[in-house]
């Protein structure tokens, strides 16, 4: 790939390396900047649905070994069949982050890109239209459009001032791994006050999650701090140190705008969403698919105003993803009297009504997102076409 790039994405995560390979794929010389100098081992999340499966499998992107396929998602804590959605890509797909941040990495670099670690981007700026960063390093380098696929704590979002809608977090969830050792497994159990999650990740691998109404929001917690809710919570101690522990917010915020001239955001940088059922990582791929073809346009017709496509598609859908979300956060975490009521009242549903079960199916995995239709699968084939809020989502008194 000889001479400048015409594209820079910062962030070597899974939105960005599947963005940099559609668009190499489209004849676009891209250029990756990435802080690490190397792909971070840590399995942040581990699922595929299928509408990121249909967009993977729609790109070239082929996973070997083949990935496990399950079948169960949860919609609030409440378990939901996801094999027979509307979809040739249908089930659970077991891919822990890492696997996932290789294969895009091999498959981008075999369509051309590159890939520069160890480039950390501390400033950005656009001249005469193009757009220029320099790094930590102190290198400078430009083109016609950057992408910031730099994640959740997004550097270029910062640097653009570019803010978020809606709430700040207001619950704090704990996450930790614990290796070699047996926890009793538990689905989003209601314990007093507490909500528990353990489940296997791998063979060696633990993963629990607990919800305290009590902690404060914005604070970090502490292993101890785990240890002593999982406690009070269930009966029981860990069984041994937690190897990874991390503290979230129930975050559902929608950066105010996508883009900023020929600047485009992608991934957590626009949308620092809750890892709740996968949807943070699965959105960010669908975000890279949806800005793809939007770039490429953009970069043949010189015109970056195709961009405000992706933004206003995007927009609207991110929306309507962060209600879903926040609408699951108070069926997971809240224990209320209305809240307990009306997850009862769900759960029967999805019981006894096929179709409000097909439909919230069809939302976990996806497959009612707006873009292009892949090959069997169902998108909603609308392209620009975004429906308003789901009046089948079901809402809960606050
Ligand atoms: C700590 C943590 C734990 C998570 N756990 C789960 C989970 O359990 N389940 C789940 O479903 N989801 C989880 N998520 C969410 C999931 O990992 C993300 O949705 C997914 O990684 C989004 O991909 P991305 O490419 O947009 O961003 P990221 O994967 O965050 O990639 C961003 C990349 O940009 C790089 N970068 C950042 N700043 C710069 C800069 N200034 N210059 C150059 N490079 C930069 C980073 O090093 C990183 O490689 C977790 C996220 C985090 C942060």
């Not at 959105?283 to 017709?301: E, F, M, P, Q």
């Not at 975490?333 to 997850?343: G, L, R, V």
Request: aromatic share 4%; hydrophobic share 40%.
């Amino acid at each position: 790939m000889p001479g400048p790039p015409d594209v820079l994405v910062v962030g070597a995560g899974p939105s960005g390396l599947l963005l940099a390979g559609i668009l190499a794929g489209g004849g676009a010389r891209v250029t990756v900047l990435e802080s690490r100098k190397t792909p971070d081992t840590q399995t942040r999340a581990s699922t595929l649905h299928a509408r990121a499966m249909e967009i993977l499998d729609s790109h070239g992107v082929v996973f070997a070994p083949r990935l496990p396929r399950g079948t169960q998602g949860h919609y609030g804590g409440l378990p939901v069949d996801l094999s027979r959605v509307r979809s040739a890509q249908a089930g659970v797909w077991r891919c822990p982050q890492p696997e996932l941040v290789r294969t895009l990495g091999d498959w981008a670099s075999h369509r051309g890109v590159r890939v520069q670690r160890g480039e950390h981007v501390v400033s950005v700026r656009e001249q005469e239209g193009r757009c220029q960063v320099t790094t930590r390093t102190g290198r400078t380098l430009g083109a016609a459009l950057l992408v910031a696929a730099d994640g959740q704590e997004s550097t270029v979002r910062s640097l653009l001032g570019i803010g978020y809608a809606g709430a700040p977090p207001a619950r704090v969830l704990v996450q930790a791994d614990l290796h070699h050792c047996e926890v009793p497994k538990r689905r989003f159990e209601r314990r007093g006050r507490f909500t528990v999650t353990a489940a296997p990740l791998s063979a060696e691998v633990t993963r629990v999650l607990i919800h305290d109404p009590r902690w404060p929001a914005g604070q970090e917690r502490s292993a101890e701090d785990l240890r002593a809710a999982w406690r009070d919570a269930t009966g029981e101690g860990l069984p041994v140190e937690p190897s990874w522990v991390r503290t979230f917010g129930d975050d559902t915020r929608v950066a105010r705008r996508l883009v900023e001239g020929r600047f485009v955001l992608c991934g957590d940088a626009a949308h620092p969403f809750v890892p709740i059922g996968g949807q943070a990582l699965n959105t960010s791929l669908v975000d890279a698919d949806a800005l793809g073809h939007r770039a490429l346009r953009c970069l043949r017709t010189g015109d970056p105003r195709a961009l405000l496509d992706y933004q206003r598609e995007r927009s609207a859908w991110l929306e309507v993803l962060a209600q879903r979300l926040r609408v699951q956060a108070r069926l997971l975490f809240d224990t209320d009297e209305a809240t307990t009521a009306h997850k009862a009242r769900v759960a029967e549903r999805l019981d006894t009504d096929e179709v409000f079960r097909a439909e919230i199916a069809d939302c976990l995995a996806g497959v009612d997102a707006p873009g292009p239709t892949a090959p069997g699968g169902a998108g909603n084939g609308g392209g620009d076409v975004v429906r308003p809020l789901d009046d089948h989502i079901p809402e809960v008194a606050p």
